[in-house]
């Protein structure tokens, strides 16, 4: 290779190096992925019609210098400029033209301090369009304006001693959330030359941030971030909670987290670090030892990162799945229990039905939810010690709907029945979200398709429906389910079906749903196949003969207890397990007045 072509290769070598030290700079500095600080580059460089190398290094000088000490408002910080060009206007001017191709609320400030050197205010010397006051003014119309006047409360809050902190000493800090006109922001600074470099980040509504705190209490996972660049750590809430730590310590550092790891699964840590390194998303469950309690910890991380794979930052959840790991750990007994004690037959039966309780509780009488009364039946299959995979949900969402669900994991034993609690308590959870069946049935989908990389023979159907108490109105969806039974005026009709595939079939199926208008004293019934399918019959015998019953039940006596119309019933299959829920709906007038007096 020539001197030429040699000086030219090196030459490109050191721009691309330039560039990519920048993109990893402005992504770090900024929080945005690599592509967006890439795009953002290009833009700075079409709109100041300069070399992207120009621009590179602008940005590595302005969020890369060295801090020297807090300079005078006076001073002026020029970036350098390669030979042969003129020098670039005075910093400023420089920085607001990083600023104008950044997205998200950022600002440069020139400090003002008193003869003692404390800080007194904050003046905006370059603004994002982005950044706006309360008032609506926004970007470069508050060039000039003081911090003191538009948000007084900061000089008195410990915000203020934190941007104190980081222009005497240079090193940046996190500011932790905190409320501000309704909404709630986190704040970064640095030290930049002379300079305040704040970035705020919005985070939410007051009202969304509690139901983003609801859920992580509901879900009890935690979320947590380190900034690489920087060296900052930030732990939400639960996460203090899930590790039982008082937050005015501070996260725990990476030598205290690795004390508290058992070490038995020392070796799991270190193949989820080699994995990390490999740029792949981290996804491991660890057993940690939390004021002398074991906890099962579930941590699922990733990194952004530069060009070259490095991270830049790590951010991730961690959630404590104890209970999950304490019930199959149960599970796994209760079945080891069965197999040794296979020849003692009543034995058998006496775990079964032991582990069916835990599991799918059925209470002792009716249950009464607003507008509505809801009996309930099991009836197991024929050979008794094989838990079953069918369930049930019947239970007032927050919205002061009822929710409803019978569902049918195909199979029995342990498999069948863990993925059958893992439904019910999905869907549980989901309903603290929403409450709309054609939803949820999506969300329980895509757990099933989880699911079945791990049990690839697995088959699951469900029927989702939600009353409206004050409407008096059923919305209902089902994957692959057999659909809902309606008795009104002493006549049984089945419910035609909206569309919807079985639960693990197709990813991201969609679920339609279906709406129908009920009265005082209408009956309907959920259920699985074990009622209407056997194999030496049609379905269509079955659900004949279970509409006959339900119409000679209420038709003898319309006001007939809906447990003793529920007792009619019998299982087609006695080969399968069956699980029926009936409803009819009430006036509602008792319940709401107890209610009311408690």
């Known amino acids: 290779m020539g001197g030429a072509a040699l000086a030219e290769t090196v030459w490109e070598q050191r721009h691309d190096a330039t560039v990519d ?139 203020w001693k934190v941007y104190a902190r980081v222009l005497s000493t240079g090193e940046p800090a996190d500011v932790p959330p905190f409320p501000s006109y309704d909404s709630i922001f986190s704040v970064r600074a640095h030290r930049v030359g002379g300079g305040l470099l704040l970035t705020w980040f919005r985070h939410a509504d007051a009202g969304q941030a509690d139901r983003v705190a609801s859920t992580e209490r509901l879900g009890n996972l935690g979320w947590g971030e380190a900034d690489l660049i920087s060296g900052t750590v930030r732990w939400s809430d639960q996460l203090y909670r899930i590790y039982e730590r008082d937050p005015a310590l501070g996260p725990l550092s990476e030598a205290e987290l690795d004390a508290m790891t058992l070490a038995e699964d020392a070796p799991l840590r270190r193949a989820a670090e080699e994995a990390f390194a490999r740029s792949e998303q981290v996804d491991l469950t660890l057993r940690v030892r939390v004021n002398g309690r074991i ?30 790991e304490t019930s199959a750990q149960r599970l796994a007994e209760v079945e080891r229990q069965l197999a040794v004690q296979r020849r003692d037959l009543a034995a058998e039966h006496a775990l079964a039905a032991t582990l069916q309780q835990i599991i799918l509780p059925i209470p002792d009488g009716p249950l009464e939810l607003p507008g509505l009364k809801v009996a309930l039946r099991y009836l197991p299959a024929g050979q008794e010690s094989l838990v079953g995979g069918d369930w049930y949900h019947a239970a007032e969402a927050r919205d002061g709907s009822v929710l409803l669900a019978v569902g049918d994991v195909a199979g029995h034993g342990t498999h069948a029945a863990t993925t059958m609690a893992q439904l019910r308590h999905a869907l549980r959870a989901l309903s ?29 159907t469900a029927v989702v429906a939600r009353f409206d108490p004050r409407a008096r109105r059923l919305t209902w969806a089902q994957a692959g389910h057999p659909p809902p039974l309606l008795c009104k005026g002493g006549r049984t009709l089945s419910l035609s079906r ?16 279906a709406t129908l208008d009920l009265a005082i004293g209408d009956v309907l019934l959920l259920y699985t196949d074990g009622l209407v399918e056997h194999r030496r019959r049609g379905p269509d015998d079955g659900l004949r003969a279970v509409m006959t019953a339900i119409d000679d039940a209420v038709s003898a006596a319309p006001q007939r207890p809906l447990e003793q119309v529920v007792e009619r019933l019998r299982q087609a299959n006695p080969d399968d397990d069956t699980c029926i829920l009936a409803v009819r709906l009430v006036t509602g007038e008792t319940r709401d007045l107890r209610h009311f007096l408690r």
């Not at 950044?102 to 003046?123: I, K, M, N, Y």
């Not at 906890?295 to 104890?322: S, Y």
């Not at 949820?440 to 895509?446: D, I, T």
């Open 21 to 159: 030290q920048a993109v990893g700079l402005l992504a770090g500095r900024i929080r945005c992925r690599l592509t967006d600080a890439r795009r953002h580059l290009l833009r700075m460089a079409q709109e100041q019609e300069r070399s992207l190398t120009e621009v590179a290094a602008g940005v590595i000088s302005l969020l890369d210098i060295p801090d020297t000490g807090v300079a005078p408002r006076s001073s002026v910080v020029s970036f350098p400029a390669p030979p042969g060009l003129p020098r670039r206007d005075p910093w400023p001017t420089a920085v607001q033209r990083v600023l104008d191709a950044l997205p998200g609320a950022s600002a440069l400030f020139t400090p003002v301090l008193d003869g003692d050197g404390r800080l007194l205010d904050l003046v905006f010397a370059a603004v994002t369009p982005e950044a706006v006051t309360p008032d609506g003014r926004r970007g470069r119309e508050l060039i000039g304006t003081s911090m003191s006047g538009w948000f007084p409360k900061t000089i008195a809050s410990d915000r």
């Open 295 to 324: 906890k099962h910890l579930r941590t699922v991380a990733d990194a952004a990162r530069d060009a070259t794979g490095r991270p830049l930052r790590v951010f991730g959840i961690v959630q404590d799945i104890t209970e999950r």
């Open 432 to 460: 603290v979200v929403t409450t709309d069946p054609a939803t949820l049935l999506g969300h329980l989908n895509r757990l099933t398709c989880e699911l079945e990389r791990e049990r690839p023979e697995l088959a699951a």
């Open 498 to 513: 909206p569309s919807g595939c079985m639960l693990g079939v197709v990813e991201d199926a969609a679920y339609a749903t």
